[in-house]
């Protein structure tokens, strides 16, 4: 069998990618010929996606002005004749935005070639955001946006336009669609696709990459001093309101200044100078953590992982964390809840409430026995219901189906 992943690059910046690299080795393994079709490669064994800069330059002026993003690549019109493209037997699109292909050309994308549809967020079943956060226009046409800034952000609003573009683009294309989360499932069925095959794969974890290791043993060598309690925190980035930057320092702040002497707080991540002065505990900054082990010795140096995001469609490093036996304080948005189970494997706290989520903190750094147990259950959820191997032999199921649908 060979596989065909489409996404804007095929590196490891941010959690779509992340993942995508993850099911690519692991269906290689497997003997599957995967390799990914980007535009921005940075492997040998990658398809660089056809570009053409000066027409879509051209283009992009009147687009981006009109509030519409990404339908100035005409380039993808010509993926369906690139040779790598015609002798895979299935491609599977792991993102359409941020200037990886235009969404109009996905009928001639699907027209003759078995498709899967990878969902890692909201935006193919909106007007231009990756989440909508408390609004649901997306339901039945979008338009009036609350949130323009929303990641890919749009300098006017044109929300109701693009999806019923989207919708037509649609209409006219063929493909099964995989959510990584009940909910984002859930919302899938309640958009303009509700039509469409929609499968549930949950993304998996490398249990053997993402284990338990001696606490102790881990903080030495993170320099980090003993009888501490250690927080951690991973965000792509701090400047990115949705990641929750703002709600994570109130909730420290709100910490009694004896847990805040007590504490540590680790970071990954692009960080921030002017937020971090807000943090009244010592603070060591990882930066960017490419490797997955060493990813996985800072989740066993923490007692609590702490998620303060606004929105998550499934929570990638939530579910790093409970694979290392850490458990986890986060809002219950989105698909966290999945994972999260209140009182099994951490606490759920009430979204956008700093208050609660420092209640949160507070309470299992207050029972470390029961936090302790609450770590082996973390570990028993992840091996078994989130498996890296799982979600393989799910993928390669539903490849196979819609390959024989499409013969």
Same mark, same amino acid.
């Given at each position: 069998?060979?596989?065909?992943?489409?996404?804007? /690059?095929?590196?490891?910046?941010?959690?779509?990618?992340?993942?995508?690299?993850?099911?690519? /080795?692991?269906?290689?393994?497997?003997?599957?010929?995967?390799?990914?079709?980007?535009?921005?490669?940075?492997?040998?064994?990658?398809?660089?996606?056809?570009?053409?800069?000066?027409?879509?330059?051209?283009?992009?002026?009147?687009?981006?002005?009109?509030?519409?993003?990404?339908?100035?690549?005409?380039?993808?019109?010509?993926?369906?004749?690139?040779?790598?493209?015609?002798?895979?037997?299935?491609?599977?699109?792991? /993102?359409?935005?941020?200037? =990886?292909?235009?969404?109009?050309?996905?009928?001639?994308?699907?027209?003759?070639?078995?498709? %899967?549809?990878?969902?890692?967020?909201?935006?193919?079943?909106?007007?231009?955001? $990756?989440?909508?956060?408390?609004?649901?226009?997306?339901?039945?046409?979008?338009?009036?946006?609350?949130?323009?800034?929303?990641?890919?952000?749009?300098?006017?609003?044109?929300?109701?336009?693009?999806?019923?573009?989207?919708?037509?683009?649609?209409?006219?294309?063929?493909?099964?669609?995989?959510?990584? /989360?009940?909910?984002?499932?859930?919302? =899938?069925?309640?958009?303009?696709?509700?039509?469409?095959?929609?499968? $549930?794969?949950? $993304?998996?974890?490398? =249990?053997?990459?993402?284990?338990p290791l001696d606490k102790d043993h881990c903080r030495s060598l993170l320099g980090i001093p003993k009888g501490k309690n %250690?927080?951690?925190?991973?965000?792509?980035?701090?400047?990115?309101?949705?990641?929750?930057?703002?709600?994570?320092?109130?909730?420290?702040?709100?910490?009694?200044?004896?847990?805040?002497?007590?504490? %540590?707080?680790?970071?990954?991540?692009?960080t921030s100078r002017e937020i971090l002065k807000q943090v009244r505990m010592p603070v060591i900054n990882l930066g960017f953590?490419?490797?997955?082990?060493?990813?996985?010795?800072?989740?066993?140096?923490?007692?609590?992982?702490?998620?303060?995001?606004?929105?998550?469609?499934?929570?990638?490093?939530?579910?790093?964390?409970?694979?290392?036996?850490?458990?986890?304080?986060?809002?219950?948005?989105?698909?966290?809840?999945?994972?999260?189970?209140?009182?099994? =494997?951490?606490?759920?706290?009430?979204?956008?409430?700093?208050?609660?989520?420092?209640?949160?903190?507070?309470?299992?750094?207050?029972?470390?026995?029961?936090?302790?147990?609450?770590?082996?259950?973390?570990?028993?959820?992840?091996?078994?219901?989130?498996s890296l191997e799982l979600q393989i032999r799910s993928y390669i199921d539903v490849y196979r189906q819609v390959i024989a649908?499409?013969?």
């Amino acid at each position: 069998m060979k596989v065909l992943m489409m996404h804007r /690059s095929d590196g490891s910046s941010g959690g779509g990618q992340v993942q995508m690299q993850r099911l690519r /080795s692991g269906l290689v393994r497997h003997g599957i010929d995967a390799r990914v079709l980007c535009r921005e490669r940075s492997q040998d064994d990658s398809v660089l996606m056809r570009s053409r800069p000066r027409i879509e330059r051209w283009i992009s002026r009147f687009t981006e002005r009109a509030g519409l993003n990404d339908i100035h690549l005409v380039s993808s019109f010509g993926v369906p004749k690139m040779k790598d493209f015609m002798e895979a037997d299935l491609v599977d699109v792991h /993102s359409l935005h941020s200037g =990886t292909y235009s969404y109009l050309a996905l009928p001639a994308l699907t027209a003759n070639k078995p498709a %899967v549809f990878t969902f890692h967020d909201m935006w193919p079943i909106t007007g231009h955001c $990756h989440a909508s956060l408390e609004c649901d226009r997306w339901k039945s046409g979008c338009g009036n946006c609350p949130h323009p800034e929303i990641y890919p952000a749009i300098r006017r609003d044109a929300t109701a336009l693009e999806w019923k573009l989207k919708r037509r683009s649609f209409e006219r294309s063929k493909f099964t669609i995989v959510t990584p /989360s009940k909910w984002l499932h859930d919302r =899938t069925k309640e958009s303009m696709l509700a039509g469409c095959d929609v499968r $549930h794969i949950p $993304h998996g974890v490398d =249990t053997e990459v993402f284990q338990p290791l001696d606490k102790d043993h881990c903080r030495s060598l993170l320099g980090i001093p003993k009888g501490k309690n %250690v927080l951690f925190c991973a965000m792509e980035s701090m400047h990115r309101p949705l990641k929750g930057a703002d709600l994570l320092v109130q909730a420290l702040q709100k910490l009694p200044e004896s847990l805040q002497k007590d504490s %540590v707080l680790l970071l990954f991540g692009q960080t921030s100078r002017e937020i971090l002065k807000q943090v009244r505990m010592p603070v060591i900054n990882l930066g960017f953590i490419q490797h997955d082990r060493l990813k996985a010795l800072a989740f066993c140096a923490a007692d609590l992982f702490v998620n303060p995001t606004r929105a998550e469609s499934f929570g990638l490093v939530v579910l790093e964390s409970m694979a290392c036996g850490t458990p986890v304080v986060a809002f219950g948005v989105g698909g966290v809840p999945e994972l999260v189970r209140a009182g099994i =494997t951490g606490y759920l706290a009430e979204p956008d409430d700093p208050s609660d989520l420092c209640q949160g903190v507070v309470t299992l750094l207050g029972d470390k026995k029961n936090l302790e147990v609450m770590g082996r259950r973390c570990r028993e959820v992840v091996e078994s219901e989130y498996s890296l191997e799982l979600q393989i032999r799910s993928y390669i199921d539903v490849y196979r189906q819609v390959i024989a649908v499409g013969a």
